[in-house]
């Protein structure tokens, strides 16, 4: 398959963005055991935070939160729930994972969940972790989440591509209805075990546990500064 660009990307998910928000609505577990150890007062990044379902469970923690999307479109849905006992706790800002409009050390601690799956290359992935570590003060925690390419659902249609290089061979198309039955492609570049290791290594974090929960690898890093 043809590697989508990040614009492309952008455009299929402002044009699902109602219908997928629908169905996005409770956080991970994993992510609300990061949350809960995290230091009290802690100023937290939602990197690719979508409707909010995370960034808000970050409020209810206590915590300030700044939530940064790409799609215009999912923040505004965010805005609009809950807006008047958010103001002035979560901070919706758009932009790109690749180039985070925020001060160098400005934050302790980060959520990347279901981020770099969607980036189209290898170079956009590192890229969006680095500026993690640039953002997260010296000791800050970030928190990463990817789709896993070893799943069920996906054997079929990974099988046909063992012949290709490694780097590509996660790639794929995977399908979202529309409630008027339109079928839009989402890129998903689904991560091989060790792969997700390998871009924090490169990154410059350190990484410190990795676990496979449900469809999904996890980890967490930190900036060693």
């Not at 150890?37 to 990044?45: I, K």
């Not at 919706?92 to 925020?102: F, H, R």
């Not at 099988?159 to 794929?172: A, L």
């Not at 492609?185 to 290594?201: S, T």
Request: hydrophobic share 40%.
């Amino acid at each position: 398959m043809r590697s989508p660009s990040k614009a492309d990307v952008r455009a299929s998910y402002e044009r699902i963005a109602e219908s997928f928000s629908a169905t996005r609505k409770e956080p991970w577990p994993e992510v609300l055991r990061f949350i809960r150890n995290l230091p009290d007062r802690a100023r937290v990044l939602d990197v690719g935070c979508g409707n909010g379902r995370h960034a808000r469970a970050l409020v209810d923690r206590g915590l300030s939160a700044v939530a940064l999307d790409f799609s215009r479109s999912l923040l505004l849905l965010g805005r609009e729930r809950g807006a008047e006992e958010l103001a002035g706790r979560l901070h919706w800002v758009e932009g790109e994972a690749t180039a985070l409009p925020l001060r160098t050390g400005s934050v302790d601690a980060a959520l990347c969940v279901a981020v770099l799956h969607h980036l189209p290359t290898r170079g956009d992935r590192v890229a969006a972790l680095r500026e993690i570590r640039r953002v997260l003060v010296p000791g800050g925690r970030v928190f990463v989440s990817v789709w896993a390419l070893d799943q069920p659902r996906f054997q079929k249609m990974t099988e046909s591509q063992r012949g290709r290089p490694p780097e590509s061979r996660g790639d794929v198309e995977v399908p979202w209805t529309l409630p008027d039955g339109t079928v839009m492609p989402r890129y998903y570049h689904l991560f091989q075990g060790g792969e997700l290791e390998a871009l924090i290594i490169e990154s410059g974090l350190h990484g410190e546990t990795f676990f496979r929960s449900g469809g999904n690898w996890f980890g967490q890093a930190t900036n060693h500064g």
